[in-house]
């Protein structure tokens, strides 16, 4: 009977330690997330600024938003499964590109964010 009671008392403790580190969860900001996915569709609607869209091409890019202010020196390429990634700089965001397409927009950023108090 003591032995039932040790292995229910034991099994009952590791089931309670797994359910534990199962619900473990970190603190996420929204706002920084709500951010990102602006981004990744391809606008930011707080600052108006209308950003090139993921599979755009780079003539359409240059079309519709102009020559960037700066294109910077292509990374990758090396291989079949390093792509050239391309970076335009424009006023205010980056445009990626892998290969001639774009994959992210991203505006730049304003600073370090000070600290909440």
């Known amino acids: 009977m003591f032995v039932k009671f040790v ?6 403790f590791a089931a309670a330690t ?3 580190q199962a619900v473990h969860a970190e603190t996420l900001d929204t706002a920084a997330v709500k951010k990102h996915h602006r981004h990744h569709r ?4 707080s600052e108006g ?6 599979g755009m091409s ?8 102009g020559a960037p202010v700066e294109k910077l020196t ?3 390429g090396d291989t079949q499964r ?13 445009v990626y590109f892998e290969r001639s397409r774009v994959i992210h927009s991203v505006v730049d950023d304003a600073g370090p964010a000070t600290p909440k108090s």
Do not use: C, D, K
């Not at 391809?42 to 609607?45: P, T, Y």
């Not at 780079?58 to 938003?65: C, D, Y």
């Open 82 to 94: 390093h792509p050239t990634i391309n970076r335009w700089r424009y006023a205010g965001y980056t």
């Open 58 to 65: 780079m003539a359409q890019v240059e079309q519709r938003f």
């Open 42 to 45: 391809g606008s930011n609607a």
């Open 7 to 12: 292995l229910a008392t034991a099994a009952g």
């Open 49 to 54: 600024a209308n950003l090139p869209g993921r």
């Open 18 to 20: 797994l359910f534990a």
């Open 74 to 76: 292509p990374a990758g």
